[in-house]
Every structure is written in C-alpha cells, then in structure tokens.
T-cell receptor
C-alpha cells in the first residue's frame, strides 16, 4: 500500500463548480498534513496546512479525519486559474515529507 | 519570485560527466531538501539536511552526492549518471511540511 494515495483524476469541472479531492495515508503516526498546488512545469507551492479542526482559506476548505486517516480539500466557485495538480503531503516525522501522486483539476469555461 | 534559487535551470550531461546542481536560500530556515520529480509523478524525497548535517538519505544511489557547505547553500554532485536519472531536481527549504521550492534544475542524461 502506498504511503499517501490520491485519486489522480482528471477532474473536469465548469467554472463556478464545487469540487472535492480526497487523500488517504497509511501511517497512523503521521504528524501533519498539507495541500500543495503544482502548475504544469512549475515547482510545487504550499496551498494550505490541514488542521484537525478543519480550516478554511477563502474558497478552499481542508479537513482531516485522523480516525479514518483521510484528508480532503474542497474548492468552491472554481476559477479557470484553479486548474493545476493538487498534491497531498504528509509529514511522517523527522522532516520526512511524502507527496501523494496528485489530483489533476481542469476548470473549463 | 521564488526565494530559493537553483542553478543551472537546464543541464544536459553524458554518463561519464561530473556536474553539480546548486541551491541557495536566504529565508533563514535550517532544513534543506533535495527532491527528484519525473514527468507526471510526484516529487520524491532524496536528501534532507538539518542544521547543515545530513539527516535523511532515502537510499539514494551513491552517484548522487549531496553537500551543505553552509546554512544557505545546498549542492548535489552528479557522477556517472544513467539516462533514467533524467528528471527535474527540486531544492526546498522551510519548516516541516511548509516548504518553499526552487524552480528546479531540469537534468537530461544522454
């Protein structure tokens, strides 16, 4: 079983749609969780950290369920500029960060 | 503009060459990372330096040799690479999980 698993997509959605991505992780001792965004042929960039209580940043909401070892990202009112690959990242401890394979989002007008 | 600078942006080398990738950051973080990313794949951790000491080596072949001369600089020395080592090599710094990446060095091994 992979340490971090994501649905690769692609998710093709119209502008204005709400879309959700899921991520599961195998190590119950994992310490912290993050979503990154990567545009084509660019470096990954931190989108948001994921807290146990859930957190929101504008149109983006992240949730963590430690019991189910599950992380989610919800994007509301999708924009064309949201088109990218969304990477789930898990901190296994001791600076060891493991990236999921990524979920491709394509927002179309 | 990224605050992590990587050079060169592109590198083509033969299997017998020796070359180095360089990374510089002035963000004040004490951890620096090398990741390797192949096309349509996620970044894979190679090495982590913490306070200028190697703290993680993810069983990377010895043809890749990292070096951290000081808290701002990170090098990756390359020798006798294989064509399958062609990839984007990403340097990063930051607190665990909250990484700032450079734009990467795109390496092609012929």
């Amino acid at each position: 079983r992979k340490e971090v698993e994501q649905d690769p997509g692609p998710f093709n959605v119209p502008e204005g749609a709400t879309v959700a991505f899921n991520c599961t992780y195998s190590n119950s001792a994992s310490q912290s969780f993050f979503w990154y965004r990567q545009d084509c042929r660019k470096e990954p960039k931190l989108l948001m950290s994921v807290y146990s209580s859930g957190n929101e940043d504008g149109r983006f909401t992240a949730q963590l369920n430690r019991a189910s070892q599950y992380i989610s990202l919800l994007i509301r009112d999708s924009k064309l500029s949201d088109s990218a690959t969304y990477l789930c990242v898990v901190n296994m401890g001791g600076n060891k960060l493991v990236f999921g394979a990524g979920t491709i989002l394509r927002v179309k007008s | 503009d990224t605050e992590v600078t990587q050079t060169p942006k592109h590198l083509v080398m033969g299997m017998t060459n020796k070359k180095s990738l360089k990374c510089e950051q002035h963000m004040g973080h004490r951890a620096m990372y090398w990741y390797k990313q192949k096309a349509k794949k996620p970044p894979e951790l190679m090495f982590v330096y913490s306070y200028e000491k190697l703290s993680i080596n993810e069983s990377v072949p010895s043809r890749f040799s990292p070096e951290c001369p000081n808290s701002s600089l990170l090098n990756l020395h390359l020798h006798a690479l294989q064509p399958e080592d062609s990839a984007l090599y990403l340097c990063a710094t930051g607190a665990p999980g909250e990484l700032f990446f450079g734009e990467g060095s795109r390496l092609t091994v012929l």
